[in-house]
T-cell receptor, first 126, second 106 residues
């Protein structure tokens, strides 16, 4: 079964850091671009960051650029999101998701995100 | 950055109705448009990719159309399980989601 499992969420003070992880058993993780998407309480979906299958392509939303870093370890079938200098507005449920098709570029693919985790909650508060 | 808008932001409909949701991009995105369904407390689910292609396992009452800047998601014969929030998402340049359309029971 193809699935994604996020972890690493929790409570952090403004200005502190958290590292989210996403494990991807059940498929050939190496071949798929991956994404982080967040959803603030009661709000819509916000794309955060994407990484290509080979880590050659990385893109970020303006709201997190310079503070968040996406990475992956294909040997561990894992995706990460290092979140530094957290802000109250980063409070959200963070989902990881995979590209529908393998070997797509991170900057443009018409195929959508076909598998999503259940999310991990990040709360930034003093 | 590419901005996405959706209309309406919410709608009320009855079982059996035909529902149309519109999504507009701030610049041409070709067919690089996906639609997702999200139910409360659940992760989003991919319905449509490449503007008009139905994701495997999604009922055929869902359909997508459009290209360039204007896109639609149509649900024919609305079923009880279709009451949810629907998001469009461009993938032409990075990714952007629309603000969502909540489909409620009339």
């Amino acid at each position: 079964e193809v699935r994604l499992v996020e972890s690493g969420g929790g409570l952090a003070q403004p200005g502190r850091s958290l590292r989210l992880s996403c494990a991807g058993p059940g498929f050939n993780f190496n071949d798929y671009g991956m994404h982080w998407v967040r959803q603030a309480p009661g709000k819509g979906l916000e794309w955060v960051s994407s990484i290509s299958w080979n880590s050659a392509g990385l893109v970020y939303a303006d709201s997190v650029k310079g503070r968040f870093t996406i990475s992956r370890d294909n040997a561990q079938n894992s995706l990460y999101l290092q979140m530094n200098n957290l802000r109250i507005e980063d409070t959200a449920l963070y989902y990881c998701a995979k590209d529908k098709l393998p070997l797509m570029t991170v900057t443009g693919s018409p195929y959508g995100m076909d598998v999503w985790g259940q999310g991990t909650t990040v709360i930034v508060a003093s | 950055d590419i901005q996405m808008t959706q209309s309406p932001s919410s709608l009320s409909a009855s079982v059996g109705d035909r529902v149309t949701i519109t999504c507009r991009a701030s610049q041409s995105i070709g067919s690089y448009l996906s639609w997702y369904q999200q139910k409360p407390g659940k992760a989003p689910k991919l319905l449509i990719f490449a503007a008009l292609s139905l994701q495997s396992g999604v009922p055929s009452r869902f359909s997508g159309s459009g290209s360039g800047t204007d896109f639609t998601l149509t649900i024919t014969n609305l079923q009880p399980e279709d009451f949810a929030t629907y998001y469009c998402q461009q993938s032409y340049n990075a990714r952007t989601f629309g603000p969502g359309t909540k489909v409620e029971i009339k």
